[in-house]
């Protein structure tokens, strides 16, 4: 015989007083980061919260989210999650990366597909995870580039999306190697003669998908990309 369920005074039953405010958090960041794996990322979410890590949730919804059956899932959104977890590291272990990756609900194949791109042992630098990631959603060296420079950026979101020279053209060198078209004597004839060219730096996204360069103290210059077959100085066209 089942015994009668013991009723309950509201006297009696304690709520933790932040459990409002943390089932609601939760609630908008589930919305915002439309997990395909509600709870794979929940596990992720709050495993993370208990840390006081970077929690794994979009700045705002990506839609139509990708299916995991015939797309990658990666999106920028995605990749500036992780950013937002790992960039704290110069170097950050496959295994704790492979984890966030899975708390992201992302098909952990493509995870490993990333990886044979640069093979490494036990860890890889940051920039050049998040570079490689950058290359999965861009079918080349320059949407790869764009994507960076907006995920990097520090500007608001809308904004030129302006990062530093020389993370641009370090980024820019090691994607290119990793790139069999593109030759590297291309590669250095195009940074060195954009360095001299126009000296201290700064490079970004205009929000029509044009790369930005501007002179310090001085004018902008408009760079625009000719043709994505051709990643050299050739391939850029200058307006004042």
């Known amino acids: 015989m089942p015994l009668p369920d013991t ?18 958090q939760f609630t908008k960041a ?26 794994p949730v979009k700045d705002r919804i990506e839609m139509p989210m990708a299916t995991q059956k015939t797309d990658t ?3 920028q959104g995605l990749l500036k999650v992780l950013h937002k ?17 899975k708390n992201l609900c992302l098909p952990i194949e493509n995870f490993r597909a990333l990886l044979q791109l640069d093979p490494c042992e036990d860890k890889i630098e940051w920039i050049k995870f998040l570079a490689l990631g950058c290359s ?5 060296l320059n949407s790869s580039m764009k994507h960076l420079c907006e995920i990097l ?18 980024v820019y060198r090691y994607l290119s190697r990793i790139d069999s078209d593109v030759h590297e004597v291309d590669t250095e004839s195009y940074l060195a003669t954009l360095k001299d060219t126009l000296g201290s730096l700064e490079v970004w996204n205009h929000p ?7 002179h310090q103290g001085s004018q902008k210059r408009l ?11 050739q391939g850029w066209r200058v307006s004042l």
């Not at 110069?90 to 966030?100: F, R």
């Not at 760079?223 to 100085?233: G, I």
Request: aromatic share 10%; with cysteine; charged share 20%.
């Open 7 to 24: 009723m309950f005074c509201a006297q009696q039953i304690q709520i933790p007083p932040e459990l409002p405010d943390i089932l609601k």
């Open 30 to 55: 589930a919305i915002r980061t439309q997990p395909a794996d509600v709870l794979q990322w929940s596990a992720g979410y709050f495993s993370a919260l208990s840390r006081g890590d970077p929690l």
């Open 73 to 75: 899932g990666l999106t």
């Open 85 to 101: 977890q790992c960039s704290h590291k110069q170097y950050v272990e496959l295994a704790d990366l492979e984890q966030k990756w």
């Open 136 to 140: 999965m959603l861009g079918g080349s």
């Open 153 to 170: 950026t520090t500007d608001p979101e809308g904004g030129p999306a302006r990062i530093p020279f020389e993370t641009f053209s370090y």
């Open 208 to 214: 029509d998908g044009l790369i930005w360069i501007q």
């Open 223 to 233: 760079f625009q990309l000719e043709s994505l077959k051709k990643q050299t100085l």
